[in-house]
């Protein structure tokens, strides 16, 4: 199946993001998505000043989907509202490790005025703000430790994050490290609420 021209950067983005979901951003190539799609090697091009902006928005495209995620758990109760927001970021970085892996890479790396990266770094901080500002919220007195708050629970959720991840990784590995990585794992995972929630209880 070919692809119109208006309609063939967005699918190029969109299978680039379930080549790198699945299989790590280092077997993506213009070329390979440009023989998918059928059409010429020089047509994604057209669209990509190089494989370093397609792979900007593919971050882009990340980003948004947990910006979806994080806003789709809405609550009345401003602490299950925070709550629910840190659940879904874990969740989504577990469930889209890859995709994760590269969004923090990306926007570690150099400032530039390429207005496509400064678009990276702007939805990145409107993203993690939108989770940050559902822990400032608890404090009514909206003062600079409130901001405090949000960071240390956003720190704190990515380093959750991270050791789960871990965890994970050890746990396929075997032996008397798989052994502890697994009673940690599924020590964290039945109580990642509560977790979460005690963090917040101790700002």
Known sequence: MTYHR?????????EAYKAIKKEGVETISLRKLAKKAKVSQTAPYRHFQSKDHL??????????????????????????????????????????????????????????????????????????????NRITALNKKKNIQSQLDGIKVHAFLTGLLQVIRITNKVNTSGGLEAY????????????????????????
């Open 55 to 132: 792979i900007i928005e593919v971050c882009l495209k990340g980003l948004s989907n947990l910006r979806a995620k994080i806003d789709a758990v809405d609550a009345k109760n401003p602490k299950t509202k925070a709550i629910n927001g840190g659940l879904a970021f874990i969740d989504f970085g577990l469930k889209n490790e890859k995709i994760y892996e590269l969004i923090l890479a990306t926007i570690s790396g150099e400032i530039t005025k390429d207005p496509l990266r400064i678009a990276l770094f702007e939805s990145a901080d409107y993203t993690f703000s939108n989770l940050k």
């Open 180 to 203: 502890h990585a697994v009673k940690t794992a599924s020590l964290l995972n039945k109580n990642l609420k509560k977790v979460i929630s005690d963090f917040i209880d101790s700002l």
């Open 6 to 14: 208006e309609n063939l950067k967005q699918k190029l983005i969109d």
